[in-house]
């Protein structure tokens, strides 16, 4: 059936491919890549970051989107997963302290030169983030805020009932929507009204409503090639933000451009290592 669509006839068969992935993902777009997430997350880091800006992320992330923040030029601000030490590995980072982290850069005055989250979204030990919840508080203290969610090995949730709630193309969809409605605005500026004045620990205890004209800007990097069944090293970047800038898109389009491309600049030296292998 896929391959009768007729957008494989009115324009190139990737195009037409990456709509389809496009609208099963529920997306406002989709982009192939090859080389794996490794290169998607890379690919990602230098789309939306400029030098100078400030990112957070979770100190035990793929080592992949430590380089695409180097190579293009971001302060990391690292956040620390907590500890599980019955199991021998580390779970998620606490919303807490996310929160904090923003709250201090606010406090000394760098809260506009953040510019996004990056976190990991179902670990290798299978720990998944409220991704609505996560955004949804980031959003009330920096409304304009980036997330990029490494979802490597979370491709299948989309397609589980269950497991769709906990994706960034769901959440940002939900909140899209919710952020738009009546009821949401009533309840925003009612906790303005409660909050005025607030220390950082009565917002730290708060679960925060974002304003109705925050920006809902989701992206999320999947391996194909990990859950569902693809070609080894196919990967996705899942868009989900209306006002997707030209110099975005053309970062990311330029993952299918034959070489010299960003898959040059990513190449994974170690086909051997298997955390390269993504």
């Known amino acids: 059936a896929a391959l009768r669509h007729p957008r494989f006839y009115r324009h190139a068969r990737l195009k037409g491919a990456q709509d389809l992935a496009s609208r099963a993902f529920g997306s406002n777009q989709t982009f192939f890549a090859a080389n794996g997430t490794a290169t998607c997350n890379k690919i990602g880091g230098q789309a939306l970051v400029r030098p100078g800006a400030i990112v957070l992320g979770d100190r035990d992330g793929h080592r992949s989107r430590h380089y695409g923040r180097v190579l293009a030029g971001a302060q990391v ?11 021998s590995m580390y779970g998620a980072v606490p919303l807490r302290e996310i929160k904090h982290r923003l709250l201090e850069l606010k ?17 290798f030990d299978g720990l998944v983030y409220n991704v609505e919840r996560v955004m949804e508080e980031c959003l009330a203290i920096k409304p304009d805020l980036i997330f990029l969610w490494d979802e490597a090995w979370f491709a299948f949730a989309r397609f589980s009932p269950t497991y769709r709630q906990r994706t960034a193309m769901n959440a940002a969809n939900v909140l899209r929507d919710k952020f738009k409605s009546e009821t949401h605005a009533a309840a925003y500026a009612a906790q303005q009204e409660k909050l005025k004045d607030a220390d950082d620990e009565t917002l730290l205890n708060t679960r925060l409503i974002p304003p109705p004209q925050a920006r809902v800007r989701a992206y999320a990097t999947q391996s194909t090639h990990q859950t569902p069944t693809s070609l080894r090293q196919g990967s996705l970047t899942h868009v989900n933000q209306q006002d997707l800038t030209s110099q975005v898109e053309q970062t990311l389009h330029k993952a299918q451009t034959p070489p010299p491309s960003p898959h040059t600049t990513h190449h994974t030296p170690h086909p051997h290592d298997d955390e390269t292998r993504r």
């Open 107 to 123: 406090a000394a005055g760098k809260l506009d030169r953040v510019r996004m989250l990056l976190l990991t979204n179902c670990t």
């Open 77 to 87: 601000s690292y956040l620390d997963s907590y500890p599980l030490n019955e199991y």
